[in-house]
C-alpha cells in the first residue's frame, strides 16, 4: 500500500516537472517582435525578383533581430551571398536600412504594406519584397 502511494506522488512530481517544462519551451520557441523596436520582422525572409537586360534574379531580404541581409538565395550546397548587409529600424511603416557592409552603400528606406516592402530610395529603389510564408 505504501509503494503504490509513493509511486503516485513520484507520478504526480513527474507530471508537474513535465508540465513545467513544456512551458518552459513554448516560452523559449516564440518568436519575440525584435526587428527594429518590435515590429515582429525578427527572422522573416522577404523575396524579390529582379529583371536586368532581360536576366531575372532572385534576391533574399532577411531579417534577425536589428539586423538585415540582402542576398542571393541558398545554392544547391546550402552557401548564400550577400550584397548587403547591416541594421534597420522602423517607424510607422517606414524602414530604414543603414549599411555596415556590401556593395551598395548608403541609408536606403523602405515602406512596409501587409506583406510588401517597397524600397523608395538607394541602391534598391523600386525593389518590391513579399513575405515568405
Known amino acids: 500500500m505504501k509503494n503504490t502511494i509513493k509511486f503516485k506522488a513520484m507520478l504526480r512530481i513527474a507530471g508537474i516537472i513535465a508540465l513545467v517544462a513544456i512551458i518552459g519551451f513554448s516560452f523559449a520557441a516564440c518568436e519575440e517582435g525584435g526587428g527594429g523596436g518590435g515590429s515582429g520582422l525578427n527572422g522573416t525572409t522577404w523575396t524579390t525578383i529582379v529583371t536586368t537586360d532581360g536576366v531575372s534574379t532572385t534576391y533574399e531580404l532577411i531579417f534577425s533581430g536589428n539586423q538585415y541581409t540582402v542576398g542571393f538565395p541558398p545554392d544547391e550546397w546550402g552557401i548564400s551571398y550577400y550584397i548587403d548587409r547591416g541594421t534597420y529600424s522602423e517607424s510607422d511603416n517606414t524602414l530604414t536600412f ?36
Open 98 to 133: 543603414t549599411p555596415s557592409f556590401g556593395f551598395h552603400p548608403g541609408v536606403w528606406t523602405g515602406t512596409r504594406s501587409g506583406n510588401t516592402i517597397t524600397s523608395s530610395s538607394g541602391s534598391f529603389s523600386g525593389w518590391i519584397f513579399t513575405r515568405n510564408q
